[in-house]
């Protein structure tokens, strides 16, 4: 069964009904069309984007991301696009780090400072409708989907709640009780608890987690939880 039909749209405005019909149209090749479509680099002198996805495809995804950002040409904004930090559930923001041929950026937990390697993106993108330089929205964009794609880590715990009826200083003797029991569950396990925990194997730091969250619970801090096998 062949597959639907798909309208494209040319940086001028120009609409087409598919890809074979704009190829035709401009004398020029399908493919290039359709690899034009999907990565958003030029074809024939234009810019092209399938219709369905927005103006221009990939540029007004591109777009969206500047338009995310509170301070969107600072070297350090916050962008509504991203989740909260996987680890600690903290604030991120998005670093970035430019020169004349290139851009780079990452996201940051403003909380315990995990991040994202540096996503490239080398050469200068333009937006030719506007002359509109878009290297670092090319940048920051891989940036957000890495740290979007991080999943929910098992290094975080539910809020305790018998701590949050103490003072501050019982509630850091609290911390340190649980860490001497995560502790003590990451030596209870294959190998010795050494070094942060998140050098930890996953499978161990998993093991020990779901060790301690139990020894709270019958303790009534979380509330009652089932067994972890």
């Known amino acids: 069964m062949p597959k639907p039909k ?69 070297q350090a904004s916050e962008s509504m696009m991203l989740k909260s930090c ?22 940051v937990c403003s909380s315990c400072h995990v991040s994202t390697s540096r996503e490239y993106s080398g050469g200068r993108t333009t937006w030719e409708p506007t002359g509109e330089d878009l290297t670092r929205w090319v940048a920051i964009d891989r940036a957000i989907n890495a740290w979007n794609r991080r999943e929910e880590s098992p290094y975080r715990f539910p809020a305790n709640r018998q701590s949050a009826e103490l003072d501050a200083s019982s509630q850091l003797d609290k911390v340190f009780e649980e860490a001497d029991e995560l502790a003590d569950a990451l030596h209870e396990g294959d190998q010795a608890a050494e070094g942060i925990l998140r050098k930890m194997p996953e499978a161990v730091v998993r093991r020990a987690h779901a060790d301690v969250m139990l020894r709270c619970s019958r303790r009534g801090d979380y509330g009652e939880i089932e067994d972890i096998e």
């Open 6 to 74: 798909r309208a494209v749209i040319r940086d001028d405005g120009v609409r087409y009904e598919s890809t074979s019909a704009a190829a035709k149209a401009v004398a020029g090749d399908q493919t290039n069309i359709s690899r034009a479509c999907r990565t958003g680099c030029k074809a024939y002198g234009h810019l092209w984007g399938y219709a369905d996805e927005g103006s221009f495809g990939r540029f007004a995804r591109l777009l969206a991301v500047r338009d995310s950002m509170d301070e969107p040409y600072a």
């Open 86 to 107: 996987p680890f600690c559930g903290g604030k991120p923001y998005v670093q970035t780090f430019e020169s004349e041929d290139f851009a780079e950026a990452r996201v």
